[in-house]
T-cell receptor, first 114, second 114 residues
Framework: GDSVTQMEGPVTLSEEAFLTINCTYT??????LFWYVQYPGEGLQLLLK?????DKGSNKGFEATYRKETTSFHLEKGSVQVSDSAVYFC?????????????FGSGTRLQVQP | ETGVTQTPRHLVMGMTNKKSLKCEQH?????MYWYKQSAKKPLELMFV???????ENNSVPSRFSPECPNSSHLFLHLHTLQPEDSALYLC?????????????FGPGTRLLVL
């Protein structure tokens, strides 16, 4: 079945540091890939997505590139801020299976210190 | 973000109680979802509804009973729950047919079963 693997957290960085959160996946069909963010006390918000190989999703300074050859969708940001502290979830939606539900990774907590 | 609302935000119930969670989406979407978010576990899909019809039940125990009276409202009826059912229950909605569409999440109901 489909699965998503994320790096374990928490990730602790100083403000303005470079961020990478690794995400790899396995899928039987042709997945779309997503990064969601969950701020404390809130639900999940879409951060960015990519629907086919080599697409790059970007939003709020975050980027991720759909790499089919390495089955990866790593999240990056060049300079993090304290306000980026949250839990980040990588997810996929496998169009080939016909399922509409998302398969999520376990989440990575990011803590940015001033 | 008020596109998907959930009530109540917090709920404490005993194992013999009956309660219901409510979700409402104001986005005109045709699909709605229930997810369970437990500590240290990936988000787990529970149910999917498409145009009011249940299209997926992810082996959820019968003590959880969903209801979707129309495309805008989704309920989760709870009965004789167990302490291990304590979690954050998230509702989401989406529009589309192919599975790559974005899911929009509500803020969740944090449930504590005593």
């Amino acid at each position: 079945g489909d699965s998503v693997t994320q790096m374990e957290g928490p990730v602790t960085l100083s403000e303005e540091a470079f961020l990478t959160i690794n995400c790899t996946y396995t899928a039987t069909g042709y997945p779309s890939l997503f990064w969601y963010v969950q701020y404390p006390g809130e639900g999940l918000q879409l951060l960015l997505k990519a629907t086919k190989a080599d697409d790059k999703g970007s939003n709020k300074g975050f980027e991720a590139t759909y790499r089919k050859e390495t089955t990866s969708f790593h999240l990056e940001k060049g300079s993090v801020q304290v306000s980026d502290s949250a839990v980040y979830f990588c997810a996929l939606s496998d169009q080939g299976t016909g399922r509409r539900a998302l398969t999520f990774g376990s989440g990575t907590r990011l803590q940015v210190q001033p | 973000e008020t596109g998907v609302t959930q009530t109540p935000r917090h709920l404490v119930m005993g194992m013999t109680n009956k309660k219901s969670l409510k979700c409402e989406q104001h986005l005109g979407h045709n699909a709605m979802y229930w997810y369970k978010q437990s500590a240290k576990k990936p988000l787990e899909l529970m149910f999917v509804y498409n145009f009011k019809e249940q299209t997926e039940n992810n082996s959820v125990p019968s003590r959880f009973s969903p209801e979707c009276p129309n495309s805008s409202h989704l309920f989760l009826h709870l009965h004789t729950l167990q302490p291990e059912d304590s979690a954050l229950y998230l509702c989401a909605s989406s529009q589309g047919e192919r599975g790559e569409e974005t899911q929009y999440f509500g803020p969740g109901t944090r449930l504590l079963v005593l």
